[in-house]
């Protein structure tokens, strides 16, 4: 008997369970969505006004906030390179012409 009962052990399958205390996986957001996004993000004004309410309101899903986020630090990036640019080459310019 024990055989059997041995046999059957090892043809069932065993059952998976979510374990708990683990969050809920977030739906992924929607191709129609991220087309309206970059639809948003090439308006301007407009596109840096929703890049702060994904990236900081709680509405947002979790991945649309992440995004959100890494494009500030890039349009912050590229504000600080654009001063240096200019106080650069302002001061270059001033240099060369100041004296006429």
Same mark, same amino acid.
């Given at each position: 008997?024990?055989?059997?009962?041995?046999?059957?052990?090892?043809?069932?399958?065993?059952?998976?369970?979510?374990?708990?205390?683990?969050?809920?996986?977030?739906?992924?957001?929607?191709?129609?969505? %991220?087309?309206?996004?970059? &639809?948003?993000?090439?308006?301007?004004? #407009?596109?840096?006004?929703?890049? @702060?309410?994904?990236? $900081? !309101?709680?509405?947002?899903?979790?991945?649309?906030?992440? %995004?959100?986020?890494?494009? &500030?630090?890039?349009?912050?990036?590229? #504000?600080?390179?654009?001063?240096? @640019?200019?106080?650069? $080459? !302002?001061?270059?310019?001033?240099?060369?012409?100041?004296?006429?």
């Amino acid at each position: 008997m024990d055989t059997n009962n041995m046999n059957q052990n090892q043809n069932q399958q065993p059952i998976y369970t979510q374990p708990v205390g683990q969050p809920e996986v977030e739906t992924p957001v929607s191709v129609g969505d %991220w087309v309206l996004t970059i &639809l948003l993000m090439c308006i301007p004004c #407009v596109n840096i006004i929703m890049l @702060f309410v994904w990236a $900081f !309101g709680s509405s947002a899903p979790k991945s649309k906030s992440n %995004w959100a986020k890494a494009q &500030l630090i890039w349009v912050l990036i590229g #504000v600080v390179f654009t001063i240096i @640019f200019y106080v650069v $080459f !302002g001061a270059a310019l001033l240099a060369q012409y100041g004296g006429y």
